[in-house]
């Protein structure tokens, strides 16, 4: 079955950066797309980044110009690179895959995505 394992997360400061990474198997969908979200205690989890199998990526506001989605050249990985990470950007990241076909609430929609990952945590401090 597909399975999604994120990586990478841990503390930092404040204005610091971090790389997630989350190795998926046995997804063959295509096309795709992959994103991450996240979710703060006592919050909903929030879509931050989407990547369609085409190229085609999407941002959160909150996080737009910080953060960046992107495959690893053997498209079994999915990357998100943080930088000038802020103490609201804390919360369990978690990868997320779907393929063709199912309810599509959009690329940020927590609704939209079959398989996910188990969450990787990040937490900036002030």
């Known amino acids: 079955q597909v399975q999604l394992v994120e990586s990478g997360g841990g503390s930092v400061l404040a204005g610091g950066s971090l790389r997630l990474s989350c190795a998926s198997s046995?997804?063959?969908?295509?096309?795709?797309?992959m994103a991450w979200f996240r979710q703060a205690p006592g919050k909903e989890r929030e879509g931050v980044a989407a990547?369609?199998?085409?190229?085609?990526?999407t941002y959160a506001n909150s996080v737009q110009g910080r953060f960046t989605i992107y495959q690893g050249n053997a498209k079994n990985t999915l990357y998100l690179q943080m930088n000038s990470l802020k103490p609201e950007d804390t919360g369990i990241y978690y990868c997320?895959?779907?393929?063709?076909?199912?309810?599509?609430?959009?690329?940020?929609?927590?609704?939209?995505?079959?398989?996910w990952g188990r969450g990787t945590q990040v937490t900036v401090s002030s």
């Open positions: 990547l369609h199998s085409g190229g085609t990526t």
């Open positions: 046995n997804f063959t969908y295509t096309p795709y797309y």
């Open positions: 997320a895959a779907r393929g063709p076909g199912g309810r599509w609430f959009g690329p940020l929609a927590p609704e939209s995505y079959t398989y």
